[in-house]
């Protein structure tokens, strides 16, 4: 009987560490975050697009979370812009910092690439724009039509791309997307919270 005691104190000893460590010490440590200045809270269409940027899983290939020239020359290199800190996350709940990066960096898409049209393409065919391109097209998100209607937002493609004779439209989840990549600018400068720099 004794050393079961001894093995469940042991184990709730180490589960209130790594809790404390995991869990409290986080949370004490960001519980004061204000958001960056130059950070705008998303509209309704950027979260709409959010919602389907989750929903088509683009966290799995992109991360938003570029590392430090310090850490990684090659993120600040590619173009990729600083390296976040927690105030860019203010309004991201959850923040969708990705696990990996099939794909590039989007933390700062809507600086790198701000053309609207080019991401409705790239999301339709990114083989047009980005040649070798193993990300799929997301033809769903799009309609193919003989003639656009009044307010439809068409997509123009390359040529070769687009069917004969035939428009291509977003549907308003495309735009939507569209709108909250073109959100994803951090450009403006930020203190960073941990070495004090600007």
Same mark, same amino acid.
């Given at each position: 009987?004794e050393?079961?005691?001894?093995? *469940?104190? =042991?184990?709730?000893?180490t589960l209130?560490l ?22 705008k ?9 959010? @919602? ?26 590619? =173009?990729w812009?600083?390296a ?7 309004? +991201?709940?959850?923040?969708? *910092? =990705?696990?990996?990066?099939?794909g ?5 898409i ?5 053309s609207a049209?080019?991401n409705?393409?790239?999301?339709? @065919?990114? #083989?047009?724009y980005?040649?070798?391109?193993i990300?799929?097209a997301?033809?769903? *998100?799009? @309609?193919?039509? +003989?003639?656009?209607?009044?307010g +439809? #937002? ?6 070769g791309y ?6 291509v ?11 909250y990549?073109?959100?994803? +600018? ?6 960073? @919270? *941990?070495?004090?720099?600007?």
């Amino acid at each position: 009987m004794e050393s079961e005691v001894k093995l *469940l104190s =042991g184990a709730m000893v180490t589960l209130a560490l790594a809790t404390a460590t995991l869990v409290i010490m986080p949370f004490m440590q960001l519980s004061d975050v204000k958001p960056s200045p130059g950070l705008k809270p998303y509209t309704s269409a950027e979260l709409r697009g959010r @919602e389907v940027y989750i929903a088509n899983g683009c966290l799995y290939c992109h991360s938003q979370q570029p590392r430090s020239q310090a850490q990684t020359p090659a993120d600040f290199k590619r =173009g990729w812009g600083r390296a976040p800190v927690a105030g860019d996350y203010y309004y +991201d709940a959850p923040p969708l *910092l =990705g696990t990996m990066r099939t794909g590039p960096d989007l933390f700062n898409i809507g600086a790198r690439q701000p053309s609207a049209d080019w991401n409705l393409g790239h999301l339709y @065919e990114p #083989r047009a724009y980005t040649p070798g391109s193993i990300m799929p097209a997301y033809p769903f *998100l799009f @309609e193919v039509k +003989d003639k656009a209607d009044p307010g +439809d #937002r068409v997509v123009n493609l390359p040529p070769g791309y687009a069917p004969p004779g035939q428009v291509v439209v977003a549907k308003p989840e495309a735009v939507d997307l569209v709108t909250y990549l073109l959100s994803l +600018d951090h450009t403006y400068p930020v203190k960073n @919270e *941990l070495t004090k720099d600007k």
